[in-house]
């Protein structure tokens, strides 16, 4: 067996891929012994994962090329588990309404993260000037992320993933926008190494996203196990919380799970328009296709689904 050694940014559904290739033993099914290192957020595990303190991590497209800014890193996309819009809006008790959310403060952990980026697209959408339409305040991420995104006394309106809506709910935040519905391209939770390892262990890399998209298809079709694997690693307990988090997120998954171009690409443009880089960086730049296209001409996808030679 191989140790191959993992940063986890949080144990929200959106590493549930990670959890559940592990939980699946596929893995080991692939000769790789896995160790999971917990970090504090995406931009910590991703640090971790560009000093070669670690050698694969689950993140969002955003936080990559951040990372890679600030690090003058290689981390590149390999796999993807869900390349659209994913967060969800939830509002302190008395706002319940798209424009009722309209110049109010809106939590993110920090400036320039995706969340801000998943604001300003949404924005967009709606018609809204983000520079006078909201007031971006950053909670920090030392304690709870629930703790410091409901703190009423900072923030009206949260950024959040799942299963954040549904547990904020259980605390008298509504749910009052489904980003989802935006439906707009954008690389969301997904493998990520760097281009060195690529390049000096492709056998290692390929095992990694043979397994990881094993997990991520387990996941979305077995709710019996999806659900456990939540459970297990979110801390979350209550299966009417845990239910429609499964629900949520499974249904945002799908494809061959190649790399996002689009998806990539809006992330960039988007960082571009608020400030966090200098222009948009070619989505080329970012990812790597040729695994998971290994992995069909192999006729991997076949199997993995059921569907005889």
């Known amino acids: 067996m191989e140790k191959i050694r993992i940063a986890l940014g949080n144990r929200g559904a959106g590493t549930a891929p990670v959890f559940a290739t592990v939980e699946g033993g596929y ?146 935040w509504n749910a009052v926008e489904d980003l989802a519905r935006l439906d707009v391209a954008f690389q969301n939770s997904c493998a990520v190494t760097t281009r060195r390892l690529v390049e000096s262990k492709p056998d290692l890399a390929l095992a990694y996203v043979r397994a990881y998209c094993r997990g991520v298809h387990r996941f979305r079709f077995d709710a019996a196990f999806g659900i456990e694997v939540l459970r297990k690693y979110t801390g979350e307990t209550d299966r009417a919380i845990l239910e429609p988090t499964w629900i949520y997120f499974s249904r945002l998954m799908g494809g061959t799970m190649f790399p996002s171009v689009e998806g990539m690409r809006g992330a960039s443009q988007v960082l571009a328009k608020i400030g966090a880089i200098a222009k948009p960086i070619a989505p080329e730049e970012m990812i790597d296709l040729s695994l998971v296209a290994r992995l069909e001409r192999e006729n991997y996808f076949a199997t993995v689904l059921g569907v005889p030679d």
């Open 27 to 172: 893995f080991k099914e692939q000769g790789l012994e896995p160790e999971l290192i917990p970090h504090q957020g995406h931009s910590r595990s991703l640090h971790a994962l560009l000093a070669g303190a670690a050698d694969f991590t689950n993140a969002v497209g955003a936080e990559v090329i951040m990372a890679n800014r600030r690090h003058e890193g290689d981390a590149i996309v390999v796999a993807s588990a869900v390349s659209r819009t994913a967060q969800q809006v939830s509002a302190r008790p008395g706002l319940t309404t798209r424009q009722s959310l309209r110049g109010k403060r809106w939590g993110v952990l920090a400036r320039q993260d995706a969340d801000e980026c998943a604001i300003t697209v949404a924005f967009e959408r709606w018609g809204w000037d983000i520079a006078k339409d909201a007031e971006i305040v950053a909670v920090g991420n030392e304690g709870s992320r629930l703790d410091l995104l409901l703190d009423a006394s900072r923030v009206d309106v949260a950024i959040m993933h799942a299963p954040e809506p549904f547990q904020a709910a259980r605390r008298g």
